[in-house]
């Protein structure tokens, strides 16, 4: 067996456990047999890149998951390791902990939301949920039209799928982490 098609079928059996999918609906939702999927996912064959195509299509996840490297057994992220991503004239900064990774189907952010400053949210594709842990400050939100406002250490949830904004009512800086949740497709 080659190291490569471990790897990819490693990575196959992952993100078909993840989603609780049996070999039978992969094998509908990606157009690809059964009997292949098993071989790639035991090591056995190595795909073409037309089949890891099909595959990655119909589990709508990149092509390049398949690809990667073998990730350690934790992860430490440190605050503008990556672009950070401003907002509001810079007066939100979005520090990129964990980028978006199809297997947790999770991002998280560090954010900082200086004094007064507001930002608006276009609604999320639906079933997106954010997880809201406010660190320091005040921080008043309106989803989908009702305000609630958030005191040091609060959290909230909510289905990011309406409209929503973000408002730091403190005379000082706001700091937030936010998690942003992809509903499995």
């Given amino acids: 067996m080659e190291q490569?098609?471990?790897?990819?079928?490693?990575?196959?059996?992952?993100?078909?456990?993840?989603?609780?999918?049996?070999?039978?609906?992969?094998?509908?939702?990606?157009?690809?047999?059964?009997?292949?999927?098993?071989?790639?996912?035991?090591?056995?064959?190595?795909?073409?890149i037309n089949i890891l195509w099909k595959i990655s299509t119909g589990l709508k996840i990149p092509l390049s998951f398949f690809c990667k490297k073998e990730e350690a057994e934790y992860m430490v992220a440190e605050l503008g390791e990556r672009e950070i991503i401003t907002e509001e004239s810079g007066g939100m900064r979005a520090y990129p902990l964990f980028p978006f990774d199809p297997v947790r189907n999770l991002e998280v952010f560090y954010i900082e939301f200086d004094?007064?400053?507001?930002?608006?949210?276009?609604?999320?594709?639906?079933?997106?949920?954010?997880?809201?842990?406010?660190?320091?400050?005040?921080?008043?939100?309106?989803?989908?039209?009702?305000?609630?406002?958030?005191?040091?250490?609060?959290?909230?949830?909510?289905?990011?799928?309406?409209?929503?904004?973000?408002?730091?009512?403190?005379?000082?800086?706001?700091?937030?982490y936010n998690v942003i949740f992809y509903p499995n497709n």
């Avoid at 990575?11 to 009997?35: C, F, H, M, Y």
């Avoid at 250490?153 to 937030?176: E, L, P, W």
Wanted: aromatic residues 4%; contains cysteine.
């Fill in 115 to 176: 004094a007064g400053v507001r930002h608006e949210s276009l609604p999320h594709v639906a079933g997106v949920e954010e997880y809201v842990f406010l660190v320091h400050g005040t921080l008043k939100m309106v989803i989908g039209g009702k305000e609630v406002v958030l005191q040091e250490k609060q959290s909230i949830r909510f289905g990011a799928d309406i409209s929503h904004a973000y408002h730091s009512v403190s005379d000082k800086t706001c700091t937030a």
């Fill in 4 to 48: 490569n098609s471990l790897k990819i079928g490693e990575r196959l059996k992952e993100i078909r456990n993840t989603r609780q999918l049996t070999l039978d609906e992969v094998a509908e939702l990606t157009g690809v047999s059964k009997p292949m999927l098993g071989q790639i996912e035991r090591g056995q064959s190595s795909p073409t």
